[in-house]
């Protein structure tokens, strides 16, 4: 049983009133239809049975009647003003018996809205002899601010002990200054600081779906938070983990802050903050909470300053910041009261962070973008969060770098190698692999060539060099250079050093002799086997031994020289490759060598049924593991005879023998699967290990689809951590997200680490240094202990978590993070990092995501020195690459805005030098096209008169004829002026914007005007060709049709685009044209162009009101199939017929004196006089009322073109226009668009959906205005969205 | 980013000379604990200084395990 109550006594009479900044935002996000981030708020409290039922009643009578969220009535004016009454009265619906369950699911229910019911007030008995009260109230109306008044007032007229309402006045919310010295001051401070974010995934989805995680804090410790501060300690630890997070030094985030509770305002504060990372929490709590209070001191409206950000080329979507910090005030309720439920702030940054205190302990909610995060990294944040809080308010002068946010056993996981518990042979590689030739003498070992070696020949021929060797001295220690080219005689040769208890010193014959005479000298080299053909390669002086294999005839025998090796012996000495200085020897110990070819084995799951083909240079470490390892399980190697086998030849190879797994650098490996995919030819195979470079996921896709092995491993390894010491090692067809597939992680008795500059352990997703350690790591650089100390340090971690002490790690140089199960993404190198307004960037990582178009060969991202300035550039190269912006919008979709280059160049190819090195000063700085004029000179008299003015206009004293309008640096509005400047010298000749978009440079529109009759015209083929119905984009006004260029790129080379020109750049055109005559001209040439086929139709501002009048004219014969509407508003009150202008005494006579006076001066008097003739009296005050509200006074520097009065008079006659015009309802499907500012800013947006029942509610693009909306990257991907299905419909 | 970097406090601080168990040597921050395994020789000072200063003390670069099995073998 339920009724409605009604309350007799009448209102408190209440003064109308406008809608506060707040409130229209919030009514503009309803009008619409996309009210998100904000949302009904409801309040649920409970009463227990010391208050009954009457007490209750009239409490909420007096409550319904008093409290103005609850008296509130919203009137809409025509122009789109929205006025505040005192006078509703909304009733309480009493609900019956029911549980908080019940009250919840009910007030979900409720959709209040602002026009309808936005008040939702349901009362319910409780089982207990208690209610229930559950308010729902449309944002407009209440927040939690608003809550707490309401509470207040309740327990009031409750009589129940009596709780403060909250003040009027915010703490703290001075106004010090003027507001415009406010706004002086925050700009200057926003432009210090960088956005915080906390690293999200790389390809965003932007969708609007969030998520969700929680965390209590112990008592104790929310108690600590309370008395230090909670707001303070908060947004402390919140800057500690940013910084850790971002690595910035001076950056921002939002603060919620308290405000006036008689005022709706957003709240909102950025928080720009420097903390130290070598200061205690104790110091940076101090900083942060003297910085918002700095702010605090200078407050103005949250909605003014991100206007003000917004109105930038470059705003960051989050303007003010892009994560958020809200403390939930904490509210007593008097005994026998429990609130269940309060609202949220709105949810409108990436991350929200909410701190609650309650009686459990301190409530942390994190919020935030699904598109952007996943769940378990929020839960990460609030974790990171209490960490910081624990161990700063433990320890108040620890530098906050130092406190851990990785704990002991997340980093055990994350560092964690693959699992391997088997006991490790003691044993040194060579023993093991001599193992094979007593077990089983006849199987075949090596196939290279003609040769053929059986595990007891490859034994019996090393056992016979290795005695040679210990007869000329070789023993622990010694380095033997092996100077002979891959294949079989090299490994016998390996052996035998090995087996005489030398170390091997690899040197390819081929490579420059400078080079291995420095390895050859520098390693102490005391014996070289090589071959007399390599002889004359050796150097001349030379103090070792040289034995070549053609002169040993001894036979093979069955024993080993007698020697003991040592763990600590050196086995091998590998030669790296720096990119600078000479090659280092990286010296490397038989007791890790073999732990780390014996758990690989495991790894890679090898047997002697193994049948391998190694592709790896033998100068490479990595090419020696992939002939030990299957040697050492009793397996078989088919090693290549030349280092040039086309993919022909080595997939022939890997047939005829048979093999099973093959190990390939990445860059040949796709040419490999490329062929094999082309030709069919994959032979049947178990594995694949590549490695040497990152591999793109388009290339591990290939190498998936084409090769048609069961497993794939990713190595990844520098050589002073011996050979591979991290695989990923995956089933073919794994996805993985990220730009480079996964390094996985470590192998064998080492960990691998990502950590920061103060060595501290990254989270996941942060991306940091990584670290090898354990015992497999090598002995360190021979002869350069300086350099070994620096490279390989103390490992802080070992004791921890192996209780191996003493051990070291080794620093890469590498650049990665750890990924959310524990394996390593590769993300570019230490030494090119680079800070771009402190932000940290990884070339590599713009690199990849150009190398991720589909045409681009190769990238390059530099930052350049450009005299003072320092510029971010990309170069690329490939064949068929014409556009670099293409590429530059492509790379807006996909990464960051701090992360975008400048410019994307195009070269030939990239410039090299002699040394065959790339030759950076030849880059150009910027695109060619811009940097100058290429001068070519004028011939004739049309082309000299066109080029005087377009350098003027410019203002480019080289420019030649053949240079590009727009390239030049030429805008929308200095073409008017060039278009203004043309028809002077022609009066007679037609010339409009789009005669200049199609003819850009002097030459071509100087044949134009020549030739005569090829001007004039209003559409523009945007894109002329594509296989896509056609797209016709109207444009706002005074705008040329320049401004769909990015979305015509964005929609790519299928979807064909005809961009119409604003009739007001057009000719002399008639006064009070109907819309219906604008829009003739370009139903025309719909109706033509189309023939039959579909279209769709976008309208951008005030061109939706166009497009929607064409498409009411072509409806009845073309099929629309789309109707886009970007940011279209209606007539505000200026112009809006029945809104009557108000005026104070005498100010209309002054006005009319003053236009009259004006009117006298100005030389478009006969213009004005027409249009001011043409004026209804309604019309004619509003005109006034409109002249009185400008701050500026009457321009007369007309008539021309892109003047201001030519400007004021057309935007004059297009209200008349419009001002005649209602858009008719249509029944057509509507995308519409609105700009994130324009609702703030409460402009009066169309709302379709009283115009077409097909209708969607507004798409927001928040983080955008009106101006800015139809060049944003993330407009576009939701427009393509619509398009496409559109199309398919 | 990296250690050598001057931007990193850690770079501009003190460092010390350290080295293990097993006559291997390195270098560490003075500010932090000497991790387990490892003992500290000589004053702290730049790193490029203890840097330089290990160019000279690590001359044989042999684990010590294996110098005193060396030396046996040697002996014997």
């Known amino acids: 049983m339920s009724k409605d109550l009604v309350f007799d006594t009448p209102p408190r009479p209440a003064s109308a009133r406008r809608l506060e900044d707040l409130e229209k935002r919030i009514f503009a996000h309803e009008q619409v239809g996309e009210l998100a981030p904000f949302c009904p708020e409801t309040l649920i409290l409970e009463f227990d049975d010391r208050f009954p039922k009457p007490q209750i009643e009239n409490a909420l009578t007096l409550l319904l009647q008093t409290h103005p969220a609850f008296t509130a009535r919203f009137e809409h004016r025509p122009g789109g003003e929205v006025w505040r009454h005192g006078d509703a009265r909304y009733p309480c619906h009493h609900c019956g018996h029911g549980s908080l369950a019940d009250a919840q699911a009910r007030s979900t229910r409720h959709q209040p809205t602002v026009m309808g019911t936005p008040v939702h007030v349901d009362l319910w008995h409780t089982a207990g002899g208690g209610h229930i009260l559950a308010l729902t109230l449309h944002p407009i109306l209440a927040d939690d601010a608003v809550f707490a008044t309401i509470e207040a007032a309740l327990c009031r007229a409750l009589g129940a002990d009596a709780i403060p309402a909250p003040p009027d006045e915010a703490p703290n919310h001075g106004q010090s200054g003027p507001q415009a010295q406010n706004l002086h001051a925050w700009q200057a401070l926003l432009d210090a600081s960088a956005i915080a974010r906390v690293p999200h995934r790389a390809a965003p989805v932007d969708n609007g779906a969030r998520l969700r995680a929680t965390r209590i804090l112990p008592r104790a410790l929310s108690d600590h938070i309370r008395t230090q501060g909670t707001e303070d300690v908060l947004a402390t630890a919140l800057a500690v983990v940013l910084r850790r997070y971002s690595g910035l030094e001076a950056f921002r985030f939002v603060l919620g802050t308290p405000r006036p509770a008689r005022h709706r305002q957003s709240g909102l504060m950025p928080l720009c903050v420097t903390p130290d990372p070598a200061q205690g929490f104790a110091q940076t709590l101090h900083h942060v909470a003297q910085s918002a209070r700095n702010g605090r001191a200078r407050m103005i409206s949250a909605e003014q300053l991100v206007q003000d950000r917004l109105g930038r080329q470059d705003a960051d979507r989050n303007p003010l910041g892009a994560v958020a910090l809200h403390i939930m005030a904490e509210r007593e309720l008097p005994h026998g009261i429990t609130r269940h439920m309060r609202p949220t702030p709105p949810l409108a940054e990436e991350v929200v962070v909410m701190a609650q205190h309650t009686h459990d302990g301190l409530h942390l909610t994190g919020d935030a973008e699904k598109g952007l995060y996943a769940q378990a990294q929020i839960e990460r944040l609030l974790c990171h969060l209490e960490r910081v809080i624990t161990a700063g308010l433990e320890r108040p002068d620890h530098p906050t770098a130092r406190i851990e946010i990785v704990s002991t056993d997340e980093l055990d996981a994350l560092s964690a190698p693959y699992p391997d518990n088997v006991p490790v042979d003691p044993r040194a590689t060579h023993e093991i692999i001599a193992d094979h030739a007593r077990a089983t003498p006849d199987k075949l070992a090596v196939i290279c060539g003609a040769d053929r070696l059986t595990h007891g020949a490859l034994d019996a021929q090393a056992n016979a060099l290795a005695h040679r060797l210990v007869a000329l001295g070789v023993g622990a220690e010694v380095p033997v250079a092996i100077v002979i080219e891959r294949g079989a005689a090299a490994m016998i040769a390996i052996l035998a050093a090995m087996k005489a208890g030398g170390a091997y010193v690899p040197v390819e014959p081929d490579h420059p002799e400078s080079r291995n005479h420095h390895i050859l000298n520098d390693a102490g080299v005391r014996v070289v086997l090589t071959r007399k053909r390599y002889q004359n390669r050796l150097p001349a002086q030379m103090s070792a031994t040289v034995l070549c294999l053609d002169d040993i005839t001894d036979p093979p025998r069955g024993d080993a020289p007698q020697v003991t090796i040592h763990p600590d012996q050196m086995a091998y000495i590998m030669y790296t490759s720096g990119s600078t200085g000479k090659p280092k020897g990286v010296a490397v110990e038989h007791g890790p060598l073999s732990d780390h070819n014996q758990t690989t084995a495991r790894v890679y799951e090898m047997s002697s049924e193994s049948r391998e083909l190694p592709f790896l240079p033998f100068s490479s470490d990595g090419g020696h593991e992939r002939w030990m390892v299957p040697l050492m399980v009793g397996g078989s190697v088919v090693i290549p005879d030349g280092p040039l086998w086309t993919p022909e030849q080595t997939l022939a190879a890997m047939r005829e023998h048979g093999c099973n797994n093959a190990s390939i650098p990445t860059t040949y490996l796709q040419q490999l699967a490329e062929w094999a995919e082309d030709t069919r030819s994959a032979p049947p195979m178990r594995l694949y290990s590549f490695g040497g470079e990152g591999l793109a996921q388009s290339t591990f896709d290939l190498l998936s689809r084409a090769l048609k092995a069961k497993t794939l491993i990713n190595g990844y390894g520098p050589t002073e951590t011996i050979m591979t010491p991290m695989v990923w090692k995956v089933a073919a067809g794994t996805q993985f997200e990220g730009v480079y597939a996964p390094l996985g992680r470590a192998v064998g008795d080492r960990r691998a680490y990502v950590l920061d500059p103060e060595m501290m352990p990254c989270p996941q997703g942060i991306v940091g240094e990584i670290y090898l350690g354990g015992t497999g790591v090598a002995r360190g650089y021979v002869g350069k202990p300086d350099v070994t100390a620096d490279r390989f340090i103390p490992d802080p971690f070992g004791p921890l978590l192996d209780a191996t002490c003493g051990a070291r790690l080794y620093r890469t140089g590498d650049l990665g993070r750890w990924r959310e199960d524990g394996t390593i993404e590769f993300v570019g190198r230490v030494d090119l990092q680079i800070k771009v307004n402190g932000y940290r960037i990884e070339p590599g990582e713009i690199e990849a995501a150009l190398l991720a178009e589909p045409l681009v060969s190769e990238a390059l991202v530099l930052l350049r020195e450009d005299g003072a300035a320092k510029r971010l550039l990309a170069y690329v190269t490939g064949p068929d690459l014409a556009n670099g912006p293409d590429l530059l919008r492509a790379l807006e979709t996909k990464l960051p805005r701090h992360m975008l280059p400048e410019a994307v160049i195009v070269l030939d190819r990239m410039p090299t030098n002699a040394n065959a090195k790339l030759d950076r000063a030849a880059l150009p700085m910027m695109p060619a096209a811009r940097a100058q004029g290429a001068g070519v000179t004028a011939k004739g008299p049309t082309e000299e008169k066109i080029l005087a003015l377009w350098r003027e206009i410019i203002g480019v004293p080289d420019m030649g004829v053949t240079d590009d309008f727009f390239a030049m640096g030429g805008k929308s509005l200095l073409a008017l002026k060039a278009l203004a400047g043309m028809r002077k010298y022609w009066p007679d000749t037609a010339l409009t914007i789009a005669d200049l978009f199609d003819a850009p440079t002097v030459r071509t529109i100087a044949a134009r005007i020549e030739a005569g009759g090829q001007t004039g015209r209003t559409a523009i083929a945007l894109r002329a060709t594509g296989t896509k119905p056609r797209l016709y984009c109207f444009p706002g006004l005074l705008v040329s049709t320049r401004e769909y260029m990015r979305l015509t790129d964005y929609l790519g080379p299928d979807q064909p685009v005809t961009g119409f020109l604003c009739h007001s750049l057009n000719e002399e055109k008639t006064l009070n044209v109907s819309v219906e005559d604008v829009v003739a001209e370009y139903v025309a040439h719909i109706r033509a162009q189309s023939a039959g086929e579909p279209v769709a139709l976008l309208g951008w501002s005030w061109g939706g009101l166009l497009a929607w009048e064409a498409a009411r004219q072509l409806r009845d014969t073309v099929d629309i199939r789309l109707l886009g509407m970007v940011d279209v508003c209606d007539l505000g009150t200026d112009f809006m017929p029945g809104v009557t202008p108000q005026f104070a005494a005498g100010e209309r006579a002054k006005l009319e004196r003053d236009l009259q006076l004006w009117l006298g001066k100005t030389r478009m008097r006969p213009q004005w006089d027409r249009l001011i003739g043409s004026m209804d009296a309604e019309c004619y005050a509003q005109f006034l009322r409109f002249i009185g509200n400008e701050r500026d006074s009457l321009p007369f520097d007309g008539p021309e073109i892109s003047s201001r009065e030519h400007t004021f008079w057309v935007l004059i006659d297009n209200a008349l226009v419009f001002r005649r015009h209602r858009p008719a309802p249509l029944d057509l499907p509507v995308a519409s668009f609105s700009a994130g500012d324009s609702l703030s800013r409460g402009l009066n947006l169309m709302d379709w959906r009283k115009l077409s029942p097909r209708a969607a509610p507004a798409e927001v693009v928040a983080g955008t205005n009106h101006l800015h909306i139809i060049g944003e990257a993330r407009f576009h991907a939701r427009f393509k969205a619509r398009l496409e299905t559109a199309w398919e419909s | ?76």
């Open chain 2, 1 to 76: 980013m990296s250690l050598s970097s001057s931007h990193s406090p850690l770079a501009q601080a003190q460092w010390r000379i350290l080295r293990n168990h097993e006559g291997r040597y390195s270098v560490h921050p003075a500010a932090l604990e000497t991790p387990p395994g490892w003992e500290a020789l000589g004053p702290p000072d730049t790193r490029a200084a203890c840097l330089e200063k290990i160019a000279h003390l690590w001359s044989d670069m042999r684990p010590s395990a294996l110098q005193a099995a060396m030396t046996q073998v040697e002996a014997s």
